[in-house]
């Protein structure tokens, strides 16, 4: 039983019947069992769970056929890219190398409990691009059923996958186990974005296309509805121009969800949804962060969790819930470091209480 399933998905009553119609289509094409590759005590959650699966039937506006041809793109390009095996071998510096390309969590949530999600553009620049184009047209990795595994190298694209199925695997549950929030009861499914346009290069803006396209398309096929908002703050006056010019390489669902605020709107706007604890110093808010940084988790995260680490912090590289004989479930950090695998438990929860 996944998180989502203990905790309230309301479904609309008129869609009930679609999503158990997509649910059995998933089943009848054997599109879940490659889930089941995973170690017997991990989490459905942000794979297969049924929150996931009615977040690709919302991209398809509930057409159980159109969401089930996105499940199976989906599904391909896991297998392809060994997505499930790779997200517990995966070099951890890859990961944190991954975690510098695309808007990674800060700790923080909203008024409802949604999880704030940070990136500054100026990170994109010139030699960034060009290393992440590098990397991803290399051979990246593969898994070998025979057991006998090259060292992990991942490309890009590798690297992206895993560094979002963190999000939609660890952050999302995490989140929706925290019962300081509005409807406590229903789970947590998509993300706030915040990005810092402040020094956005009207050159930068241009090189940035090919990026643009692929991330769009992985978010897009792959994560579709984990985005609520993307909020691009003190854009430059010409961002208008550059925008005209990218939207077409962005998928349209996403680009609806584009606000953009110029510098005298962003702090008031924020506050009407965030707190000023976990609204960014760079916006006019009391949290410092920083582009890159690992999630700095607010008070009421912190003490909902029981600390293997008396830190109470999380470490870098990726992490993933399983369940615990006692009915409790573990968070525990994954990936390779100088060559040698970790499973190291970090802190565990009782998501019924």
């Given amino acids: 039983m996944s998180i989502h399933q203990i905790l309230d998905l309301k479904i609309p009553p008129e869609h009930e019947a679609s999503l158990e ?23 459905c959650d942000g794979l297969s769970d049924p929150s996931t699966l009615l977040r690709f039937l919302t991209a398809r506006r509930f057409d159980p056929d159109a969401a089930l041809t996105q499940f199976k793109e989906a599904c391909q390009f896991r297998q392809e890219k060994s997505t499930l095996q790779l997200y517990d071998i995966i070099p951890i510096d890859d990961f944190e190398q991954a975690r510098q390309f695309y808007p990674h969590w800060t700790g923080r949530r909203d008024k409802n409990g949604l999880p704030i999600c940070m990136f500054d553009v100026t990170y994109l620049d010139k030699d960034a691009l060009a290393c992440w184009e590098k990397t991803r047209n290399t051979p990246g990795w593969k898994h ?19 560094f979002h199925d963190s999000l ?31 020094n956005l290069g009207l050159k930068q803006g241009w090189s940035v296309k090919s990026f643009a396209q692929a991330i769009s398309w992985l978010l897009a096929t792959c994560y ?18 550059i925008w005209r010019y990218l939207k077409g390489w962005v998928d349209p669902y996403t680009a609806e969800k584009i606000v953009v605020l110029l510098s005298a709107e962003v702090l008031p706007t924020l506050r009407e949804d965030i707190d000023d604890e976990n609204i960014p110093s760079i916006f006019g808010g009391g949290f ?66």
């Fill in 144 to 162: 070998s059923p025979s057991g006998e595994q090259q060292p992990p190298n991942p490309d890009m694209m590798q690297s992206a996958s895993i």
């Fill in 224 to 241: 579709p509805e984990t985005i609520q908002r993307i909020i691009v703050c003190n854009p430059p006056s010409y961002f208008s121009t």
């Fill in 21 to 43: 119609s997509f649910t059995r289509l998933c089943e009848e094409h054997k599109l879940l069992n490659q889930f089941n590759e995973q170690e017997s005590r991990d989490l």
């Fill in 288 to 353: 410092s962060f920083e582009h890159g940084m690992l999630p700095d988790l607010d008070s009421n995260i912190r003490d909902r969790l029981n600390w293997d680490d008396p830190e109470k912090t999380l470490p870098p590289g990726p992490i993933k819930w399983a369940r615990e004989a006692d009915g409790k479930v573990a968070a525990s950090a994954v990936g390779t470091q100088a060559g040698l695998t970790r499973s190291d438990k970090i802190a565990e929860i009782d998501c019924t209480k």
């Fill in 168 to 198: 939609a695997r660890f952050v999302l549950p995490l989140c929706s186990m925290m019962k300081d929030r509005p409807n406590s009861s229903a789970p947590i499914t998509n993300f706030v974005y915040l990005v810092d346009a402040s």
